[in-house]
């Protein structure tokens, strides 16, 4: 016997402390990670006294913004009157394995996470700065250093601003590195019912570029289904994948065309407000954001009555505090909110419980990006991009390594070689291509010997790899896969939001196994893949153990395996 | 777990009157822990810290295990025999001498229904007196004296289940995160899934918190601001016209009242913002399911029972009761006040509150206990007291109850227990009252007997016994038969089930409940004979002649003491969240060190005129008695108000509350007392009323 | 009620058909079967969490095992309790969990009693575990940060029980722990001493003060 009682759609969730966000939101209260960052920015750390002040301002209890306190990295790591941060992303130890890290550190006298006595100085690790191009990168307070002779500038306190990644198109007609014009979003206010440009961009096929590749049509249908008179659009903005600079090319040289997709999304799913997330280790998005939505406010493309149209729609720029996990879209709906970045199961999904408890489209800004092209010209148009292939095109970007680094929009269905040896132009100095990792650090890693494999979702999948966000990272000859392994661990252990089992334990066990010298029991730690792979809650623990099973698979030997 | 325990029972919580199923985790004969039970109906799974921790005081040092009797100024122990003989001789002598009505007894809120009805049987056939009473007199009988005359039972029209079915809520006069904490709880869960709630109260409540909206009304103004809710449903047309049709009468004569009580005349009287009247107004008349929720805020004033009745009348008038989310629920004060009563634990009536002159109920008791009862109505508490200063009263006997500490206008009550010649106190501690009395017998705490209690949603539980009485106490009901028999009538009950039996057979409206019958989720009441229980009252029709309840057209009136020159701030009392009542027990557990002293809650308005500084003993005067407490400046308070608890004999609240009373049961004013409040000398006198009650 | 008007879902539990309400989870059908699955995060009285991913069962069609706290039914969903790659996986966290503590669980806790269930005898996985930290300034309520495990239940017991939100999840990844409003202890924060934490920790991490010196004596 089943007694059926009322109870709400799907699966009930906990929901208390959104429930107190949203009803200070409604209020404008900051929220409570914006406080703590302030507070941070004003006096180098956070005490008791700045949490209570942050629980007192967002409505978030005294207990939950300590949580919040704790999470993010930007908030753990002391400041002194000059904040060091080294990069250690993949691209940076691709180029150093990591000596530039421990070259600052002996220098400075300091280790990451610490502050001189005197509060002076203090060293601080960051994930990543996004200039990949030219690694090594360090932040000096404000300003971004990278490449040759950076850490002697450090040491000289001469850093001066790095030089921006270049960036081209090899389609006849780009739709990436188009600078946004809104000319998608006037057609579609004029000519289209929000219907009609849902249906196009469910016919056009715009698989998620953020790495899932989960088909945007799909949630945008989701959320325009979803009961609510207020839904909301979020632009996810934390590119934390090692190795891509593209969500930031996006954010802070084109980012018109993302604010006009966030306003189509709007638009098609019936949300008048969008929020858009960067990174703190990208400094200029932010404002390179706001400045084009002021712009676009003066020409009447956010705001109320957009294109004289009755649709209204604006934006939040909001930004991250240093953690790779808030990229998963609950995460960075939590992040949003001011919470601790942690995931939660889905269901329920954002469409239909996403911010502030509300119905939510999440795209990475790259799939925003593609749809004022569809918008525009229709989906017939752009799947004429990629013929044969996934329709649309990609942002690719190359790390330091490669002869002629930055970002390139492509078509799908190119092949790997292609984009390595013809595009980037292939190592420097003559070097060889050990490995590539595609798509960040939850991708595969795919050898030099197979890069004739097809740049495409399936193709990519066959060979352990993925599309993911669209790094492509390059290992050259003298590259120690073993210690990519520990590298990769360790960012993974590192980064874990700590909140299921297998991905907060496995991993920092399976760096602990990569960390000595000794040899790694193969049969153990394949289990301990098997656990994150299909017992974690998120892509961070399932997705570790793919460039993992890459290495087990093509560099064993070097892993000093038992 | 089972292996660190040797034995685990499932009991109901002996606090407050929401009812917490609890296990009880024994290991060598003491208590170990306890924890919710998961299938609690009221509780599911939780309950707060004076159900789960407070129990060491069953373990105390200074229980009472011995009985006592009073030698001059000294009590020595005694044996069983020796107290019930003096107990005999006493009261055969006085009723000889004076009349059995010259012998009253008090029943208490804290016993076991069965105890309840032995405890009036004792009164009422053994002694021959309708002269009982309990302490329901001094809390919520006016909600009991409403209910019955708008709608015809007296008790919640649903369950705590409706907090989560209702779609909005008034909480008038109650402070259910301190006071009731499970359902505080359950409330505020409820209000963060959507449920709306208007918070009513001079104080700003936790729960305001979360509210759509707080009131708060000066106060002694609750009917005012009742009337003009009523005013603005009628006004704006949320009235349920079908319903009031229907099922209602007297609503013409409540219409004429409400009209000329438009929210700029209830700002007048009560200080509320005429748009706050308007908006609570709406937010309870414009959903389909609504519930108000009340406690003693409502109750303890001059006309608290009148405010009960214009709560019923904003229910009748729009509809809300007896469906699912639209109910009435008095939040009670004692795990089992709602039982007490119901067990007939009072002067005017028998079981199911049926009066002692209705002829074929009485004679039915009279065949069930073969004696000859009275048919006159006996004396309440405060008439209790007031006879017994005059001379009328010679003899008590109190079961389970601190008086002297709890009850209203101390000195007088003081003076009534001096003047009795015999007094009779059974009670698990000394207690101000036992000061006072000549034969003490030491009795049983909750987590030792069995029994059953009745909680605030009409449910009677099972009471289990976890552990046994320390020493040679012993469970009420048996002292009771004790006492009984040695008076020359043997109630002949061979547990605390057949005492329910004999209720059950006696009682209509409980007619299908049995100790078998209730298992481990109990039964509401009425309880039809094949035990079909009723969750939710007046479904179909009201316990009324011709089936419709019945508004009261009841015009506000002033409160019976109130602000001067002399007195220029009201005094309101209740509850913290650490303690109970008078503090007898929570006061000897762990709880003590969480809360270790009383406070008085002042604005920093009033704080800075007066010159009180936050942390500052102050003296707190009333028009009868005076008390020194320390201050805490908040702006929880409205200005020209101070709150406090009685929780610690240290600072007798109680010393300042008049006789001012209901005027319908006697309910004591103990909402509304003018003070007035000056700062104290740095050292001042401070001398415990009590000795520091000692923790294990 | 019964499902026989067709409002319930009908799924099967290790071929046994059962009926459910619509929006109940694959645990709930489980156990509605009379059917068994391991939890360590999950707690009747709160929503379902979906951390510690020791519900894994394999439902047919699906990729590989899912949690079944988290899961909704789906009609003619077949679940599958019994599922070898799923078992291994749960044996695998499990040992994982154990491997963190710097002492086993006492015997008595949900913990200890699962991994006798599952028979794991010492942990195949070791390294770093969690320094001890006793807080003990509470009359009742007791804290050893080291045996937390972050199964968030007493953190959801504040919050969606009790409303008091005096605790919270504390740091990140393996360092992840609880901790009473700003770390000073439970009197320290908005703790009103419910003690519904201590009732629903599956490994005393938080436990009641007295049953510590039970099992101490």
Redesign the interface.
């Known amino acids: 016997?089943?007694?059926?009682?009322e109870?709400?759609?799907?699966?009930?969730?906990?929901?208390?402390?959104v429930?107190?966000v949203r009803r200070h939101h409604a209020v404008q209260a900051p929220t409570a990670l914006e406080v703590l960052k302030q507070a941070l920015e004003h006096h180098g750390e956070i005490t008791?006294a700045d949490?209570?002040s942050a629980a007192q301002a967002s409505g978030l209890?005294?207990?939950?913004v300590?949580?919040v306190s704790?999470?993010y990295d930007d908030l753990l790591q002391p400041r002194g009157r000059r904040h060091v941060r080294v990069c250690t992303g993949t691209a940076c130890f691709a180029a150093t394995a990591d000596a530039h890290v421990e070259q600052l550190e002996q220098a400075l006298g300091l280790e990451l996470g610490q502050r001189s006595a005197d509060g002076e100085v203090s060293l601080a690790e960051t994930v990543c700065l996004g200039f990949c191009h030219s690694s090594p990168a360090v932040r000096d307070g404000d300003v971004i250093d990278s490449g040759p002779g950076l850490i002697e500038r450090v040491l000289a306190g001469a850093t001066r601003p790095a030089t921006e990644p270049e960036w081209s198109s090899t389609l006849t007609e780009p739709v990436l590195t188009r600078p946004g014009d809104f000319s998608g979003l006037a057609r579609a206010l004029a000519e289209l019912t929000p219907q009609q440009l849902l249906d196009e961009v469910k016919q056009a096929n715009v698989r998620g570029r953020g790495g899932a590749g989960f088909p945007a049509g799909a949630k945008w249908q989701f959320a325009a289904a979803a009961d609510g008179e207020q839904k909301y659009i979020v632009a996810n903005g934390d590119e934390g994948d090692p190795g891509s600079f593209i969500d930031k090319y996006l954010m802070e040289r084109n980012p018109a065309l993302v604010l006009e997709g966030m306003a189509l999304a709007g638009y098609a799913v019936g949300a008048s407000h969008g929020f858009i997330l960067t990174r703190s280790e990208y400094p200029l998005s932010k404002p390179a954001l706001e400045q084009a939505a002021a712009a676009a406010r003066a020409q009447g493309w956010l705001g109320e009555e957009l294109g004289g149209s009755s649709f209204s729609f604006d934006v939040t720029v909001l930004e991250g505090a240093g953690?790779y996990v808030v990229g998963e879209e609950t995460a960075l709906i939590a992040c949003i909110e001011g919470r601790?970045g942690?995931v939660?199961?889905?269901?329920p999904f954002p469409a239909q419980r996403g911010l502030h408890g509300l119905p939510t489209v999440v795209n990475n800004v790259e799939t925003l990006a593609n749809v004022p092209f569809i918008a525009a010209r229709g989906a017939a148009a752009y799947a004429q991009l990629s013929p044969g292939a996934t329709p649309g095109s990609k942002l690719v970007c190359f790390n330091e390594r490669f002869a002629r680094p930055g970002v390139y929009e492509v078509s799908f269905g190119v092949s790997m070689r292609e984009l390595c040896e013809q595009l980037a132009g292939g190592l420097v100095d003559g070097r060889v291509i050990k490995a590539v990792q595609i798509g960040g650090p939850l991708g595969g890693i795919l050898p030099g010997s197979r890069l004739d494999t097809t740049f495409d979702f399936e193709p990519l999948a066959a060979e352990g790899c993925m599309v993911g966000h669209g790094g492509i990272l390059a290992f050259d000859d003298r590259t120690d896969m073993r210690a990519v392994a520990r590298h990769l661990l360790r960012f993974g252990?590192?980064?874990?939001?700590?909140?299921?089992?297998?991905c907060?334990?496995?991993?920092?066990?399976a760096h602990?196994q990569f960390s000595g010298e000794a040899p790694v029991d193969r049969e153990?730690f394949e289990?301990?893949l098997?656990?994150l792979?299909?017992?974690?809650?998120c892509a961070h623990g399932s997705g570790l153990p793919a460039p993992m099973r890459s290495l087990l698979a093509h560099f064993p030997d070097e892993l000093r395996l038992a | 777990m089972t292996q660190r325990f040797d034995s685990e029972v499932t009991t109901v919580c002996g606090y407050c009157g929401v009812g917490c199923r609890l296990e009880a985790h024994v290991r060598d004969g003491r208590v170990a822990s306890i924890s919710p039970a998961l299938d609690g109906p009221s509780n599911k799974g939780h309950t707060c810290l004076k159900g789960r921790f407070a129990h060491q005081f069953s373990r105390s040092r200074d229980r009472l295990t011995e009985p006592l009797i009073r030698e001059g100024d000294e009590f020595r122990t005694a044996t069983w025999a020796e107290a019930i003989d003096r107990i005999r001789a006493e009261l055969t002598r006085i009723k000889a001498t004076h009349g059995p009505d010259a012998i009253a007894g008090l029943a208490s809120s804290r016993g076991t229904n069965e105890e309840c009805y032995a405890m009036s049987r004792l009164m009422r056939a053994a002694v021959g007196t309708n002269n009982i009473d309990n302490c329901s007199r001094v809390c919520h009988s006016p909600t009991s004296w409403a209910l019955r005359k708008s709608l015809g039972l007296s008790g919640a029209t649903g369950s705590f289940d409706d907090i989560e079915a209702a779609q909005a809520a008034i909480i008038i006069g109650a402070n259910p995160t301190e006071g009731h904490p499970v359902v505080g709880a359950r409330i505020k869960?409820a209000t963060?899934?959507g449920l709306a709630l208007v918070t009513i109260d001079p104080r700003r409540i936790e729960l305001s918190d979360y509210a759509v909206l707080h009131l708060s009304p000066r106060p002694g103004t609750n009917a005012a601001v009742m009337l003009g809710l009523a005013h603005v449903v009628w006004r704006d047309g949320l009235l349920d016209h079908d319903f009031i049709a229907a099922r209602t009468e007297g609503f013409d004569e409540v219409q004429e009242l409400i009209a000329t009580y438009a929210p700029e005349q209830v700002h007048e009287i009560t200080g509320v913002p005429a748009a706050d009247i308007e908006r609570a107004a709406h937010v309870y008349g414009e959903v389909d399911r609504a519930s108000i929720l009340w406690g003693l805020g409502v109750t303890e004033h001059l006309y608290g029972s009148e405010v009960v009745r214009l709560i019923c009348n904003l229910a009748l008038m729009t509809g809300k009761v007896g469906r699912p989310g639209a109910a009435l629920l008095p939040l009670r004060g004692q795990n089992n006040v709602q039982g007490s009563s119901d067990m007939g634990a009072l002067p005017d009536t028998y079981t199911a509150y049926r009066s002692v002159a209705d002829e074929d109920v009485a004679q039915a008791f009279e065949r069930a206990w073969g004696e000859p009862l009275s048919r006159e109505k006996g004396y309440t508490i405060p008439q209790m007291f007031g006879a017994a200063v005059d001379g009328r009263l010679k003899a008590m006997y109190i079961f389970g109850e601190d008086v002297a500490q709890s009850d209203p206008n101390t000195a007088h009550v003081i003076k009534a227990l001096e003047s009795l010649e015999f007094l009779v106190c059974q009670d698990i501690f000394q207690t101000e009252t036992t000061r006072y009395a000549d034969v003490v017998l030491p009795a049983s705490a909750f987590l030792e007997k069995d029994g059953t209690f009745t909680n605030a949603e009409r449910r009677f539980q099972l009471v289990a016994p976890a552990i046994d009485p320390p020493g040679n106490a012993k469970p009420d009901l048996e002292i009771i038969q004790m006492v009984s028999r040695a008076l020359g009538h043997e109630m002949g009950y061979a547990d605390s089930a057949a005492v329910m039996d004999e209720i059950a057979a006696l009682t209509p409206e409980y007619a299908g409940v049995s100790h078998a019958r209730l298992g481990r989720r109990g039964l509401q009441w009425p309880v039809a004979a094949d035990g079909t229980d009723s969750v939710i009252l007046y479904r179909d029709q009201f316990e009324l002649p011709g089936g419709r309840g019945r508004f009261a057209a009841l015009p506000y009136k002033q409160p019976g003491d109130a602000a001067d020159q002399e007195f220029p701030l009201v005094l309101v009392t209740g509850r913290r969240l650490q303690h109970y009542n008078a503090g007898t027990m929570t006061r000897r557990t762990g709880n003590l060190q969480l809360v270790d002293r009383e406070w008085l809650e002042i604005h920093p308005d009033d704080a800075e005129r007066l010159w009180i500084e936050d942390g500052q003993r102050v003296s707190v005067r009333s028009r009868v008695g005076r008390i020194e407490v320390e201050a805490r400046v908040t702006d929880r308070i409205e200005p020209g108000h101070v709150f406090t608890a009685f929780h610690f004999p240290e600072v007798r609240t109680n010393l300042l509350i008049g006789s001012s009373a209901d005027v319908n049961t006697s309910c004591p004013e103990y909402k509304v007392v003018a003070v007035d409040v000056r700062p104290m000398a740095e050292q001042p006198a401070f001398t415990p009323a009590v000795p520091e009650p000692a923790l294990i | 009620?019964?499902?026989a008007n067709g409002?319930?879902i009908r799924v099967t539990v290790d071929g046994s058909p059962v009926?459910?309400?619509?929006?109940s989870?694959v645990l709930e059908a489980i156990r509605?079967a009379g059917g068994s699955v391991p939890t360590?995060c999950y707690d009747e009285r709160?929503?379902?969490?979906?951390?510690?991913?020791?519900c894994?069962v394999a439902v047919a069609g699906a990729p590989?095992?899912v949690?079944a706290c988290?899961t909704?039914c789906r009609e003619q969903m077949q679940i599958d309790t019994r599922d070898d790659?799923?078992r291994?996986?749960?044996r695998?966290?499990v040992e994982?969990?154990l491997?963190?503590l710097p002492v086993a669980p006492a015997p008595h806790t949900e913990l200890a009693r699962l991994a006798r269930e599952l028979e794991i005898g010492a942990p195949?996985?070791t390294?770093?575990v969690h320094a001890p930290r006793l807080d003990d300034r509470h009359p009742y309520l007791v804290f050893q940060h080291e045996l937390c495990?972050?199964c968030?239940r007493c953190v959801?017991a504040c919050?969606?029980v009790q409303?008091a939100?005096?605790?919270?999840?504390?740091?990140?990844?393996?360092?992840?722990n609880v901790?009473?409003?700003?770390?000073a202890g439970f009197r320290d924060?908005?703790c009103v001493s419910c003690g519904a934490c201590a009732d629903t920790c599956p490994t005393d991490a938080i436990t009641e003060t007295t049953l510590l010196n039970l099992a101490a004596a």
Not at chain 1, 504 to 509: A, C, D, E, F, H
Not at chain 3, 165 to 176: D, K, S
Not at chain 3, 179 to 183: N, Y
């Open positions: 016997m089943v007694s059926y009682a109870r709400p759609e799907g699966i009930v969730v906990s929901q208390n402390l429930e107190l008791d949490r209570r209890p005294d207990a939950a300590y949580g704790t999470f953690s601790r942690t939660s199961a889905r269901p252990a590192h980064e874990s939001c700590g909140k299921c089992f297998p907060r334990i496995g991993l920092k066990r602990e153990r289990q301990l098997e656990a792979e299909l017992g974690s809650l | 869960q963060l899934r | 009620m019964s499902g409002a319930g009926e459910v309400a619509p929006g989870t509605a360590l709160q929503a379902p969490f979906g951390a510690c991913r020791v894994l590989g095992p949690p988290t909704p790659t799923a291994r996986v749960v695998t966290i994982l969990v491997s963190e195949r996985f390294g770093e495990i972050s968030g959801r919050d969606e409303g939100f005096a605790l919270t999840a504390t740091g990140r990844g393996f360092h992840a901790t009473a409003g700003l770390d924060s908005t």
